[in-house]
Each structure stands twice: as structure tokens, then as C-alpha cells.
């Protein structure tokens, strides 16, 4: 599998780098991960919040909000914890 920078493919750079194990973690502000996303072989996505963590000066807790926004897309979000 391999993946490329969102921002940079809109500013016409469209490097890829291998990610053998099909999974990204996204880090948060204070080390923890944010999300963890995984590609499946079925080409279907898992995702799922790390433990408790401190993103943009806030709080998070473990669980996700999922809402849809068009047939096409969704926003997760983590909450604030509390």
C-alpha cells in the first residue's frame, strides 16, 4: 500500500511512500495517537481512536462521533472527554 500528502497532491507534488503494513497512525499534539486508520484487503477502512489524548489545547476522549456529511464522505471526530 502506499499513501501521499493530501496538501501536497493539491500543490501538484504527487510523491508516495510505501506503507507496507496498510496502517497510519495519526499523532496528536501531546505524542498519543489520534486516530489509527487501516486499509483493509477488502478495501474497506478501520478506524479507531488511540487512548485519552490532548489535541489543539483540548482534552479528548477515547470514543468516536461519526457523521455522515454526503454519500461520499463522513467526519470523525473524537470528543471532548468528560
Known amino acids: 500500500m502506499k499513501i501521499r500528502d ?4 493539491l500543490n ?3 510523491t ?3 506503507m507496507p503494513s496498510g496502517s497510519v497512525e495519526i499523532i496528536a499534539d501531546d505524542g498519543r495517537t489520534l486516530l489509527c486508520v487501516t ?3 477488502d478495501g474497506s477502512l478501520r478506524i479507531h481512536a488511540g487512548m485519552v489524548c490532548t489535541h ?3 482534552l479528548l476522549d477515547d470514543r468516536l462521533d461519526i457523521r455522515p456529511i ?3 464522505a463522513i467526519v470523525i471526530t473524537r ?3 468528560g
Open 79 to 81: 470528543p471532548i472527554y
Open 16 to 18: 508516495e511512500h510505501e
Open 39 to 41: 486499509a483493509q484487503k
Open 56 to 58: 489543539d489545547g483540548k
Open 12 to 14: 501538484g507534488d504527487k
Open 6 to 9: 493530501g496538501h501536497a497532491t
Open 70 to 72: 454526503a454519500s461520499n
